[in-house]
């Protein structure tokens, strides 16, 4: 059911649509007197950007008015508008029941999308160094060959594995929360409350998986050069004096804030990607801050748990394994 993006009033209709084709009115909110949802007219490119951005309008365009049905300019009538909420809000099981089946269907498509991307950078950042020792060795060696392929589709089924326990861990922990929350507040529950469904959740955390996965895709392209050479005092002349000694202690301070000892890409994994998925699941609880860290902590719990049962399988050797949870324990 459509609900404004500003102040997520509920609305029976978004826009209007005239009888020549391409014509539509934005409707206003009545309660906070801003257009309904903007979005509507907005191309695939805005969205894409603003989902980015982490902007609280698209998330509930995506989620609460994807699909919603358009006001139409030859029957209906104002006076059909205030009775439609009531009407609305007992509208058949039938309806709800297809508008649910569909978003998990939704959920199960943009997922696989997602899942697949995630692993494919996982898979490029794990499997980066025996790719280029087996090159020198042979240089005839080709990347798809039955050993990266098994190992690809071995990293994909981990992440699949570890994508469903984290979003299981979630739903559970909103189940409880929500459960303990409703126990105390009775009856009194907002317009963004009453519209919840489980559904709603692995949609808002994949949506929220955009930001990060953009980000790593980023570090993927753009790789920091891992040839340089270690710095050591030791290497230099025993005459060193302390300016040198003190451009050293600089270098190595940089080098430190560079590769490989602060990972970026566990930091944009798990930070970057626990804030986003905080935000996304207030977009759909509307709770406190300090409960959604509380379930997105316990996804993690959850997921570390799982990851660290399956990693023996995906690495092949301890090196592996250990760059499997390296990459996926917050
Ligand atoms: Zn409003």
Request: charged share 20%.
């Amino acid at each position: 059911m459509p609900v404004c993006t500003t102040c997520t009033h509920w609305l029976p209709h978004l826009y209007t649509v005239y009888q020549s084709a391409y014509n539509l009115r934005l409707e206003q909110c009545p309660n906070c007197h801003s257009f309904a949802d903007p979005y509507v007219e907005h191309d695939e490119l805005t969205l894409v950007i603003d989902l980015l951005l982490l902007k609280r309008a698209v998330y509930r365009h995506l989620l609460y008015n994807r699909d919603s049905e358009p006001r139409r300019e030859d029957g209906t009538t104002a006076e059909d508008d205030n009775e439609q909420p009531k009407k609305a809000r007992g509208i058949p099981t039938t309806l709800q029941d297809e508008r649910e089946l569909s978003r998990w269907r939704l959920v199960l498509r943009l997922g696989l999308t997602l899942t697949f991307v995630d692993a494919f950078i996982r898979w490029s950042h794990l499997s980066v160094q025996p790719a280029s020792i087996q090159l020198e060795e042979s240089p005839n060696f080709s990347p798809w060959n039955i050993g990266t392929i098994s190992g690809f589709v071995k990293i994909f089924l981990g992440c699949c594995i570890e994508t469903v326990s984290f979003h299981a861990g979630v739903i559970i922990a909103c189940y409880v929360v929500l459960r303990a929350l409703h126990l105390r507040l009775g009856g009194l529950q907002s317009d963004i409350r009453r519209e919840f469904r489980f559904s709603l959740i692995p949609l808002a955390l994949f949506y929220s998986s955009f930001t990060k996965l953009f980000f790593l895709f980023l570090l993927t392209i753009w790789r920091p050069s891992r040839t340089s050479q270690p710095l050591s005092p030791s290497d230099g002349d025993t005459l060193v004096l302390l300016p040198l000694n003190f451009d050293l202690d600089i270098l190595s301070a940089l080098n430190f804030m560079t590769d490989d000892n602060l990972d970026r890409e566990w930091i944009v994994r798990n930070v970057m990607g626990g804030m986003s998925a905080g935000f996304g699941l207030r977009v759909i609880l509307d709770i406190n801050p300090f409960f959604t860290t509380l379930i997105i902590l316990c996804g993690w719990m959850v997921k570390t748990f799982v990851s660290r049962l399956i990693s023996g399988w995906i690495g092949d050797n301890v090196a592996t394994a250990e760059a499997w949870l390296a990459s996926s324990i917050p």
